[in-house]
C-alpha cells in the first residue's frame, strides 16, 4: 500500500520562503509519479496549484515553484502572503487515474 | 466554461444506499478520466474512484465492492452509486476531472454524505 507523508505543520513569516515535501514510506518520489499539489482553504474545493511536478496552473501566482529535492517533491513559496495560509496537499500520481494523496500541511503564515 | 455540479448528497442510516450526481458542462464526460474524491470531516482528502475515458474504472480499497462509479453520456453527468453505507463513509464527496497531465484540472463544490444511525 502507497502511504504518502507531508509534514502535518507548517509556519512562515510574511515575506519569508517555506518549502514543503511530499514523500512515499517506500520509495523516491520522481517525475514519473507527475506529482501535483493542490490548495484548501476551510469550506473551499480545493484548488490545483501546480501540477507534473513543477507545472503551475493557471492564475497561480509565480511565487509558487514545484521541484524535486531528493527523494520527495516539493512546493516552495517565496514571499508568502497571509492568504497563502491554507491547507497544501500533495497527489501522487499512480496510473489510470489512481492517486494517493498525502495527508495534508497546514500551513501558517505569521 | 467547465463546471461540475454535484448532488444528491444527504442523511443516511448505516446499511442504506445513496446515489451521487456530478452534473458536468463546457466539456464531454465520456472524454476525460472523471474522478470521485472524499473528505471526511476534520481530515484529508482522499481518492475514491476514477471513470476513465473508454469506460474501465478503478476503486479505492475501503469501497471496492461497495461502490460504483458511471455516467449517463446523454445527460453528461457522473455518478457514485454508494451501498452498504458505513459511518467512516461520512464526508463531502467532490467530482474532478482529469487534465492533460495527470492532475485534476477541475473540481466541483462538493456534496455531503452524512451516515448515522
Known amino acids: 500500500q502507497t502511504v504518502v507523508t507531508q509534514e502535518p505543520s507548517f509556519s512562515v513569516s510574511p515575506g519569508g520562503t517555506v518549502t514543503l515535501t511530499c514523500g512515499l514510506t517506500s520509495g523516491s518520489v520522481s517525475t514519473s509519479y507527475y506529482p501535483s499539489w493542490y490548495q484548501q482553504t476551510p469550506g473551499q474545493p480545493p484548488r490545483t496549484l501546480m501540477y507534473?511536478?513543477?507545472i503551475r496552473s493557471s492564475g497561480v501566482p509565480d511565487r509558487f515553484s514545484g521541484s524535486i529535492l531528493g527523494n520527495r517533491a516539493a512546493l516552495t513559496i517565496t514571499g508568502a502572503q497571509a492568504d497563502d495560509e491554507s491547507h497544501y496537499y500533495c497527489?501522487?500520481?499512480?496510473?489510470?487515474?489512481?492517486?494517493?494523496f498525502g495527508g495534508g500541511t497546514k500551513l501558517t503564515v505569521l | 466554461e467547465v463546471q461540475l455540479v454535484e448532488s444528491g448528497g444527504g442523511l443516511m442510516q448505516p446499511g442504506e444506499s445513496l446515489r451521487l450526481s456530478c452534473a458536468a458542462s463546457g466539456f464531454t464526460v465520456s472524454d476525460k478520466y472523471m474522478s470521485w474524491v472524499r473528505q471526511a470531516p476534520g481530515k484529508g482528502l482522499e481518492w475514491v474512484s476514477v471513470l476513465h475515458n473508454g469506460g474501465s474504472t478503478d476503486y479505492a480499497d475501503f469501497v471496492k465492492g461497495r461502490f460504483t462509479i458511471s455516467r449517463d453520456e446523454s445527460k453528461n453527468t457522473l455518478y457514485l452509486q454508494m451501498n452498504s453505507l458505513r459511518a467512516e463513509d461520512t464526508a463531502v464527496y467532490y467530482c474532478?476531472?482529469?487534465?492533460?497531465?495527470?492532475?485534476?484540472?477541475?473540481w466541483g463544490l462538493g456534496t455531503l454524505v452524512t451516515v448515522s444511525s
Open positions: 507534473s511536478t513543477n
Open positions: 497527489v501522487i500520481y499512480m496510473g489510470r487515474g489512481v492517486r494517493v
Open positions: 474532478a476531472r482529469d487534465g492533460d497531465w495527470n492532475q485534476i484540472e477541475y
